[in-house]
């Protein structure tokens, strides 16, 4: 029986790892994994580094759950919610016909977040399933969609480390990985477990 696809999309190297990925090793199974990388992050980096270095490591985080990688070579910090993003991505999902997609939430402090969050939801507009994920400046985070990744937290807090490039940023420390998903299980009563949430755009039974 062919496997139902399940499309993450991030604007920037570790966004998905930051706020998906205790889910997506949860999901490796059930699921045809798709990465979708927006930039390539160079904003991201010192300027005698080569810009390649943070799609390797976000390329190596997409090999641990065998998910096709995808890059869209978009300008890190100037993407815009416009029709060339939007056709970008509406080629990737008729490519992969994803029965879930993961994306950026729509209130975050980082226009690229927001945009790309925008753009998505015009591209995966027939798409049943479109939840938003949670990185550290999102805004306004409304989560009805709670995986608990006990089982999973290590590995998530191994794919970001990956990273080696972004070590020095306090979002990628594991205590600030592990607190999160504490905080999310306690708040829907699994205290000592680790929980990632997601704000649910659209669910369609099918």
Sequence with gaps: MTRPALLAIGAHPDDIEIGAFGSLLRWRDAYDM???????GEQGIAEDNDPGVRVAEAQAAAAIIGADFTELQ?????LRDDLRTV????????RARPRRVLVHHTQDVHQ????????????????PEVLLYETPGTLDFRPGWFVDISETVAQKVASVRLHTSQRH?????????VGLASVHAARIGRPGCYVEAFQVHRIIEQ
């Design 34 to 40: 798709h990465i979708v990388l927006a930039t390539r």
């Design 169 to 177: 940023r306090a979002y990628t420390a594991e205590s600030q990985l």
């Design 87 to 94: 056709q970008k991505l509406e080629e990737v999902i008729r």
């Design 112 to 127: 690229d977040h927001r945009h790309l969050a925008f753009a998505t939801l015009s591209a995966a507009r027939d798409v």
């Design 74 to 78: 978009l300008p890190d910090g100037y």
